[in-house]
């Protein structure tokens, strides 16, 4: 071998291992600020729910409590909270999510809360990672896609709840990666999971099962083996008791007549439904892009920060080049617009009002113009040819 041979793969050598350690180091950096960020928002946060999430974890690992107690209605009080608190909190999550959430109980409160928020964080990133790769986004696109779906605020208010939609879109990105790599019935499971958390996410498995029956066995053996711990029924009557009708759509509904609160909700799941069924072909990433916005329509009870999981459907609608025409795109940034700058509620900076009608109006036309979008590509003569 040449000596100019040699030199030129010492050259690719040292340029590969450069790289390498860039990137480890731009990693290093990224994890090292989400520790501080998690670090500081658990300490000048308040009138959260992490009271919650703690006081049931503490009840699984005490001793003298059973599974039940974690659905009683003095979690405020019964195990020791240094937050500030002005309102209340009742733990309305399964029996498995108390279990999975029991090691938050080992440590000091705030510390806690810290790897809660940190939890959050990572899993977010790691979501959107997932989406733009869905939507075949590659190299520098992939850092800004990332970076700008930080300024998602629903994904910040849902830090200063402490919330936990950012795992619950991070298993429902998962769950649809699965499935259009050929795991089906992974997908079910992952979206069984993530509806143990919240149950919205049934909704999203519902429409994707309509296009391959294995989602639903999936979803089911999970779901259905989550009941078979003693005490988890209880999270049912929980549910039961202190859902409530309050979101402004079905306060204004129920203005009328009490049936619409019913009417509405099933009428937005059938027309999603027959739309998922017409669809020519199994864009799992577009139908979920498209039933998210449906979920969030027929919840009785929405919070801004339950649309962190609406980052799936932009960020997949941004990305993707079957949308990427100047009057689509400009809808998406207008739209994502009017959702993200909620003003801060009356309870704390870091509680914004609920959904606004001026939100609801967004999150409809988006759920139209998906609707339209997939409807008119149904029935097109021609075959859709994916750049």
Request: hydrophobic share 55%; with cysteine.
């Amino acid at each position: 071998m040449r000596a100019g041979d040699q030199t030129i793969i010492l050259i690719y050598i040292l340029r590969f291992q450069y790289t390498k350690i860039w990137k480890l180091l731009v990693v290093a950096a990224i994890f090292a600020v989400t520790f501080f960020v998690s670090s500081i928002l658990s300490r000048v946060t308040y009138n959260t729910d992490f009271p919650a999430f703690y006081s049931a974890a503490s009840t699984i690992l005490d001793p003298k409590a059973s599974n039940e107690d974690i659905y009683r209605d003095d979690v405020d009080t019964r195990y020791p909270i240094p937050e500030k608190k002005e309102v209340h909190t009742i733990f309305i999550y399964s029996l498995p999510v108390a279990f999975l959430l029991a090691p938050l109980a080992w440590m000091p409160y705030y510390t806690a809360k810290a790897v809660m928020i940190f939890l959050n964080i990572v899993s977010y990133l790691s979501a959107v990672t997932i989406i733009l790769t869905l939507g075949k986004v590659s190299g520098r696109w992939m850092g800004w896609g990332i970076g700008v779906s930080c300024l998602w605020l629903p994904f910040i208010n849902n830090l200063g709840h402490a919330q936990i939609n950012g795992i619950i879109l991070f298993l429902v990105a998962v769950a649809v990666l699965a499935v259009t790599r050929g795991y089906p019935l992974l997908c079910g499971a992952l979206f069984a999971l993530a509806a143990l958390f919240k149950l919205f996410p049934l909704a999203i498995a519902l429409v994707l099962g309509l296009r391959t029956r294995r989602i639903l066995i999936g979803f089911a053996l999970v779901f259905g083996a989550s009941f078979l711990l003693p005490g988890a029924k209880g999270w049912i009557s929980t549910i039961w008791k202190w859902g409530k009708v309050e979101a402004p759509l079905y306060v204004w509904l129920k203005t009328f007549s009490p049936a619409l609160v019913v009417i509405c909700p099933i009428l937005i799941g059938s027309v999603t439904a027959l739309i998922s069924l017409m669809a020519n072909e199994d864009d799992y990433s577009l139908l979920t892009a498209f039933t998210i916005p449906a979920v969030f329509l027929a919840m009785p009870r929405l919070g801004h920060y339950h649309l962190t999981l609406l980052v799936f459907s932009f960020v997949y609608l941004f990305s993707s080049k079957e949308f990427r025409s100047w009057p689509l795109l400009g809808f998406l940034v207008l739209s994502s617009i009017l959702l993200g700058f909620p003003r801060p509620g009356p309870v704390s900076p870091f509680v914004f009002d609920p959904v606004t009608p001026v939100m609801y109006l967004t999150i409809f036309s988006l759920w139209v113009v998906l609707g339209i979008r997939i409807s008119l590509r149904s029935f097109s003569p021609y075959p859709i040819i994916k750049g």
